[in-house]
């Protein structure tokens, strides 16, 4: 079974950069600077953080300074992203010109690619905006999306619904807790706006997001979230089925 498991909040405030720098000093070293269209597996590309490696899932915190570029690197695996920090993107296919540029990454909206296991993509992306570009990513690891059914859906509106993840965004009013609701797969919790996310199990355990981009696994069964920092907040919950 899987552990819960989580951002770490103090570490967010500065040991993702320190390690994203270390990592690229790392590439560096190893020769694998400047790469070639190929691409390197999406999961060891620098700027998407690995954070969570299950055998289901990973977690990817992706994360582009404003006028950096990542490595070529492969998706082949489906994808549910959502946005934590908006800014602009530009993308480059192996073999072909820069294209869409100006792309919009909108806070708090998730999204997802669910073909990249029949089509896989080589390209790399460009923060060609004003902002940091971040993203928090789940990529399925499954042969097949998994038999359980979803049931309804919890306490938010659907915004992803496909063969491989159904994500929703809940907003809750300071002080406000949703209803009580049931999630049938491990779902990851992000939140993208406001601090102090609590989320409450049925036997009373709680867990905290304490800060924009902070996620955490919720394990199948049922929960309250909870805005108890007197601020108002989003959370994105993206079940992989
Ligand atoms: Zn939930």
Redesign the pocket.
């Known amino acids: 079974m899987v552990e819960l498991e989580g951002s770490d909040a103090r570490e967010r405030a500065g040991g993702g950069v320190r390690r994203a720098f270390a990592l690229v000093v790392l590439g560096l070293l190893a020769g694998c600077g400047p790469t070639v269209p190929g691409g390197v597996p999406v999961a060891e590309e620098p700027r998407h953080r690995l954070v969570s490696d299950l055998d289901f899932a990973q977690v990817l915190d992706i994360q582009i300074l404003v006028s950096d570029t990542t490595l070529f690197h492969t998706h082949a695996r489906p994808i549910a992203y959502t946005c934590v920090s908006g800014s602009s993107m530009a993308s480059q296919v192996a073999g072909a010109d820069w294209g869409q540029p100006g792309t919009p990454c909108v806070p708090g909206v998730p999204f997802s690619v669910p073909g990249y296991a029949e089509s896989p993509l080589t390209h790399r992306v460009a923060n060609d905006g004003l902002d940091l570009f971040h993203l928090i990513a789940v990529q399925s690891l499954r042969d097949v999306p998994g038999p359980t059914a979803l049931g309804a859906p919890?306490?938010g509106n659907t915004a992803v619904d496909n063969e491989w993840f159904r994500a929703q965004t809940i907003e809750l009013a300071p002080g406000q807790t949703s209803p009580t609701?049931r999630?049938e797969v491990p779902?990851l919790m992000v939140l993208t706006a406001g601090s102090g996310a609590a989320s409450t199990l049925e036997d009373g355990r709680q867990n905290m997001l304490m800060e924009q981009g902070a996620w955490m696994w919720?394990q199948p069964g049922s929960?309250t979230?909870a805005a108890v920092e007197g601020v108002a907040l989003r959370v994105v919950?993206v079940e992989v089925k």
């Open positions: 919890g306490a609701h999630h779902t919720h929960h979230l919950e």
